[in-house]
């Protein structure tokens, strides 16, 4: 949720997120909250992105005029990976393979991998 404070607001204005609307509640004159849209509707990819994705913020009366601000909206990423299934889909077939190479490099390093079977 996002509270946008201002004045002289009315129940018919939405908040936008760049050209996504939002599903926006008028709270009083000075208040609207509104739900911040899924970072989806701006690319399905943007998940697996490691760069924040800004949006602008206006407000847009039922009638259609536009209320553009200088505010606007960072969606910041997350720290993660795609599932390691998507990244190596062959992994299956090989991971023992694999967890004995990563175990020789952590031996090598002095670093111990200890596998519980």
Not at 62 to 85: H, K, M, R, V, W
Request: proline residues 6%.
């Amino acid at each position: 949720m996002l509270e946008v404070q201002g004045e002289f607001f009315n129940a018919n204005l939405r908040v936008w997120f760049g050209d996504v609307e939002a599903e926006t509640m008028y709270r009083s004159p000075k208040s609207l909250v509104c739900v911040v849209p899924d970072v989806s509707a701006f690319g399905s990819d943007w998940r697996w992105l490691r760069y924040p994705i800004t949006v602008p913020l206006s407000l847009i009366r039922n009638d259609g005029l536009i209320y553009s601000s200088s505010f606007t909206f960072t969606y910041t990423p997350e720290q993660s990976f795609l599932p390691a299934l998507q990244l190596l889909p062959e992994l299956t077939q090989d991971s023992d393979s694999l967890l004995n190479s990563i175990h020789q490099e952590f031996t090598r390093t002095n670093f111990h991998l200890f596998v519980q079977s």
